[in-house]
């Protein structure tokens, strides 16, 4: 499976996942510029994400947890999810996602 | 005046490797000083996620991470180790005999003949929010924490966040401050309830404006803010201020240990793999701070990192003197230190 990942500088990547992966995980392994300090606890929320309109649906809305998680960054949109909570799976052969600038490591 | 210590090992980072270290040294008796910006012993399982389980620490099949570090702290007790929290260690000189000078943001100078570096992803620092320019008004009007009420006293004070440090100082500040508002992304609050609702009666009373949105830009000269603009879903809205405290928790910097003239490999310290010793002898790093090719950042291999780097520790603090490698299984000397034989 592809999911492709827009950088902050506005590149695109088509990353190759693992079904079971999460795409934090993904973005992490391609050395992409994610924070994800916590490691996919659901305690931070430095691997935030915004998902493409056309996958919202897809994906799913996030949980209670990770709701109150984006309450510690800045830049929440109505399609911000984080990574570490999204799992590769083949229904989501194709996602894009964008990687928010709070997910930067500096 | 300074106060002045003087000791044979100096740990920055008391996380889980930091506190490890500190038995692996004791029994080789050798003294611990730690030095954590946090105010409590733990580091990231204490900071992150005290209560999530951690499911890969030898022997323990479920531990949280407050657990393991209240385990931890009792390992290592018979050892006395002394705690600063609360600081950050500024700069690390090494002196000509060989031993290093330490100081703190906290007016400390530490005298150690070893440095041990278990700093983690590096220290926890306030997050700064993604705004344009935020920097310059930084410590000026902008703040993260507050250190003196009085300088938000009759000041026009913006407070984003919806945790406690935010719903706290919005209760707290309220009283002297000439106007408060308090923003946040949406109507849903991870403070304590009664926060809250104190909260909500003050905006009922009309002491204080909630408004539901995020901060867009910031307007202002020679670092004083006057307006902060927010983004909202009824569209921008600008908010008079003269000061503004986010709150969106902490996430962790390299901070100064990037200039204290170690090797690094990326955000991390290059150390080999028999001693864990850093580019500066005598400086080691442990933990998930240190990188050597094959690095995995498991806490199980920062207790293994701690046990070698306490080996060379010995013999940097008592030269010559001849290390008996003993289990504390068989051992009386060993279990006389740990208070059991």
């Keep these: 499976m592809i999911i492709h990942v827009t950088d902050q500088q506005g590149e695109n ?15 992490r392994d391609w050395g992409l510029d994610i924070k994800a300090e ?61 990687l928010a600038a709070s997910a930067s490591k500096d | ?38 105010d409590r012993p733990g580091g990231q399982c204490a900071e992150l996620y005290p209560e999530k389980p951690i499911y890969d620490i030898p022997g323990f099949p479920v531990i949280t991470g407050q657990q393991l570090t209240d385990n931890l702290m009792a390992q290592i007790s018979p050892f006395a180790p002394e705690f600063h929290f609360n600081r950050m260690v500024n700069s690390i000189e090494k002196q000509a005999d060989g031993s290093f000078r330490l100081e703190t943001d906290a007016d400390e100078i530490f005298h150690t003949k070893v440095v041990v570096i278990a700093a983690g992803g590096g220290s926890f620092q306030p997050k700064r929010p993604p705004v344009e320019n935020i920097e310059a008004f930084e410590n000026k009007s902008v703040f993260y924490s507050v250190r ?29 401050v000439r106007s408060l508002t308090l923003v946040h992304r949406r109507d849903a609050f991870k403070a304590a309830p009664a926060s809250v609702n104190k909260m909500k009666e003050l905006v009922m009373e009309g002491k204080i404006n909630f408004l539901l949105g995020q901060i867009g830009k910031l307007d202002g000269e020679n670092g004083q803010i006057n307006h902060v603009h927010l983004i909202t879903d009824a569209g921008d809205l600008s908010v008079p201020a003269t000061r503004l405290l986010p709150f969106f928790g902490l996430t962790m910097k390299l901070g100064p240990v990037a200039d204290w003239g170690l090797e690094l490999n990326d955000n991390t310290i290059k150390v080999d793999t028999e001693k864990f010793e850093t580019s500066v002898p005598g400086i080691f790093a442990i933990g998930d701070i240190n990188y050597y090719p094959g690095k995995l950042k498991l806490i199980l291999s920062g207790f293994h990192e701690a046990a070698l780097m306490a080996q060379a520790a010995k013999a940097i603090v008592s030269p010559g003197e001849r290390v008996v490698f003993q289990y504390t299984t068989s051992s009386t000397k060993l279990q006389k230190k740990l208070g059991v034989a």
């Design chain 1, 13 to 27: 990547h088509a990353l190759e996942g693992l079904e079971g992966w999460r795409v934090m995980e993904v973005i």
């Design chain 1, 38 to 98: 916590c490691g996919g606890a659901l305690s931070c929320a430095t691997c935030h994400v915004y998902v493409d309109k056309d996958w919202l649906d897809v994906v799913g809305a996030p949980s209670d947890e990770e709701e109150d998680m984006l309450d510690s960054v800045g830049d929440v949109r109505s399609n911000s999810r984080l990574s570490c909570q999204i799992l590769c799976s083949d229904a989501l052969d194709g996602l894009k996602v964008t």
């Design chain 2, 1 to 38: 005046m300074s106060t002045e210590i003087t000791t044979d090992v100096v740990v920055i980072g008391a996380g889980p490797c930091g506190l490890f270290a500190a038995f692996e040294l004791g029994l080789l008796d050798l003294k611990c000083h730690f030095i954590d910006i946090l």
């Design chain 2, 148 to 176: 003196k009420m009085d300088d938000f006293r009759d000041q026009d004070v913006v407070i984003v966040g919806g945790g406690d440090s935010a719903l706290d100082w919005t209760l707290n500040l309220q009283p002297i």
